[in-house]
């Protein structure tokens, strides 16, 4: 801005629910410098677990409340206003009834709905960014949301600036949609490395294991793109193997019953564990030895650079950002996005006790590479054009 007053920003996103993209946005927001930044963070939906956290930081406001919370008449206008939002009003109906006005630059913090939702902005005077956080070759899930991709095409067209997590994302993105023509740059998520390590040191009341065993660690949403499902299917055929291991998945999500069905049908339920969505994943990665993410598509995995922050090896599927997030170092092992590939991988890594200690140095080394207030620049340079 060519003013002195603070830069008004919006940032709309579906919910503070516990996935990547939410952990990002929110660290995001608590760094912004306030002395340049006025921000507004909307919400359609009052749900998630970060909402107490980002209140001191922002202007919170949610066009819906939460449901959970809602019984009669007030469910019954939730329910309305659900429909109308998601069914029946044109994005820019939307944002005329629901949307803050005013401000500078609008942010649709993730593909979807939120970014067809601002594509109806009536501020003229308001740069608009839309945010993509996946591969939407292998993971096109915004696709059912449009008649055909021409009209996802004119969506993405409607903004100034699109934004992806990861360099290998922002290619896939000009494959998928070669008509857009607003420019399209990456901009690297935003991790506390600090804050991360201070959460690590927190004790974590699990049972300790035997020098023998190897133990697994996965973070995540349980739903289709983080597979999880193969994952459990490897670790049987591993112990089929003889190799003594463990696996603890920390997440929840909408397929938590078929995850723990399976580790029962496999009869893996002394060496998998659901854990459940944890305020404090960090404690946990200590009492680890691999991190594993066996996701069909990331685009640049939030739970993975984490891991990586705390020192542990990687074994990865290949996905959007995973050679950009080892940054030149063997922090672990790229397989294949295959259940096959991934077996192979944790197989070498758990074979070569001297692959696992080097890969743990490197990924200490990679560590020192994650600093905030490197990372914080060139979003706000971004913000402030």
């Not at 956290?53 to 939460?66: N, Q, S, T, W």
């Not at 959460?199 to 996965?218: N, W």
Request: hydrophobic share 40%; with cysteine; charged share 30%.
């Amino acid at each position: 801005m060519s003013d002195n007053r603070r830069t008004k920003v919006l940032f709309l996103i579906e919910s503070l629910a516990g996935g990547g993209a939410e952990k990002v946005l929110v660290t995001m927001l608590k760094h912004l410098d306030a002395a340049l930044f006025d921000v507004t963070l909307c919400c359609v939906t009052d749900l998630g677990v970060y909402q107490d956290e980002i209140k001191p930081f922002v202007r919170y406001m949610a066009i819906l409340p939460d449901p959970n919370k809602q019984k009669g008449l007030t469910l019954l206008r939730y329910k309305i206003l659900y429909k109308a939002i998601y069914s029946w009003l044109s994005p820019r109906w939307i944002y005329r009834l629901f949307i803050p006005k005013g401000n500078d630059v609008e942010v649709a913090f993730l593909e979807g709905n939120v970014t067809r939702i601002l594509s109806g902005s009536t501020n003229g005077k308001a740069r608009r960014i839309a945010w993509v956080h996946t591969d939407l070759k292998k993971n096109h899930w915004t696709g059912e949301m449009h008649r055909n991709k021409v009209s996802e095409s004119a969506i993405y067209n409607a903004f100034d600036q699109i934004v992806t997590v990861s360099k290998a994302s922002e290619e896939v993105f000009h494959q998928v949609f070669p008509d857009v023509r607003t420019p399209v740059r990456t901009v690297y998520n935003p991790i506390d490395r600090n804050e991360i390590i201070r959460l690590s040191l927190e004790e974590a009341d699990m049972p300790k294991k035997d020098e023998r065993t190897v133990r697994l660690i996965s973070v995540g949403r349980l739903a289709y793109q983080k597979a999880f499902d193969r994952l459990i299917r490897i670790i049987r055929r591993l112990a089929d193997d003889h190799f003594k291991i463990e696996l603890w998945i920390l997440g929840d999500g909408p397929l938590h019953y078929a995850l723990k069905c399976e580790i029962e049908e496999l009869g893996l339920a002394d060496c998998v564990r659901l854990l459940g969505f944890q305020d404090n994943p960090y404690r946990f990665y200590p009492l680890c030895d691999i991190f594993v993410c066996s996701s069909v598509a990331e685009g640049y995995s939030t739970a993975a650079t984490e891991a990586i922050i705390l020192g542990l090896p990687v074994v990865t599927t290949e996905c959007s950002g995973m050679m950009e997030l080892f940054g030149g170092r063997d922090c672990g092992i790229i397989t294949e996005n295959t259940e096959d590939g991934l077996y192979f991988g944790l197989r070498k890594m758990l074979e070569d006790k001297d692959l696992l200690e080097s890969c743990r140095r490197a990924a200490r080394l990679r560590s020192q590479d994650f600093e905030l207030e490197k990372q914080m620049r060139p979003v706000e340079d971004l913000l402030q054009e």
